[in-house]
Nanobody, 126 residues
Framework: QMQLVESGGGSVQIGGSLRLSCEASGFTYVGHCVGWFRQAPGKEREGVAG????????YYTDSVKDRFTISQGNTKYKYLLQMNDLKLEDTAIYYC???????????????????WGQGTQVTVSS
């Protein structure tokens, strides 16, 4: 059974940075696409970024382009989300997810992912 564990959340001021980490275990292949999603209070879960685990292609939602970077970490099944220039609207619980589909098939579709982490809280304050 695949497990995804996020870490790195916390509280920062506007303009600050955080780096989230997602580590996957309990499987032989993580899938073709790993995504980061977030859910703010009272809002729907939304896709933030995705990475193709084989080709390395990356995808971002418009609101985080040029501020967030998704990458593979220094171990095979570790995926990072570097978040810079954080804004109040980035406050949310951030989730890591893995999909057997390719990112190009819809990296930001919640129903494309069959494994989810428990989430990590990111709070941005003024």
């Amino acid at each position: 059974q695949m497990q995804l564990v996020e870490s790195g959340g916390g509280s920062v001021q506007i303009g600050g940075s955080l780096r989230l980490s997602c580590e996957a275990s309990g499987f032989t292949y993580v899938g073709h696409c790993v995504g980061w999603f977030r859910q703010a209070p009272g809002k729907e879960r939304e896709g933030v970024a995705g990475i193709d685990t084989i080709r390395g292609n990356t995808y971002y939602t418009d609101s985080v382009k040029d501020r967030f970077t998704i990458s593979q970490g220094n171990t095979k099944y570790k995926y990072l989300l570097q978040m810079n220039d954080l804004k109040l609207e980035d406050t949310a619980i951030y989730y890591c997810a893995a999909s057997a589909r390719y990112c190009s098939d819809g990296w930001n579709r919640i129903d494309a992912y069959n494994h989810w982490g428990q989430g990590t809280q990111v709070t941005v304050s003024s």
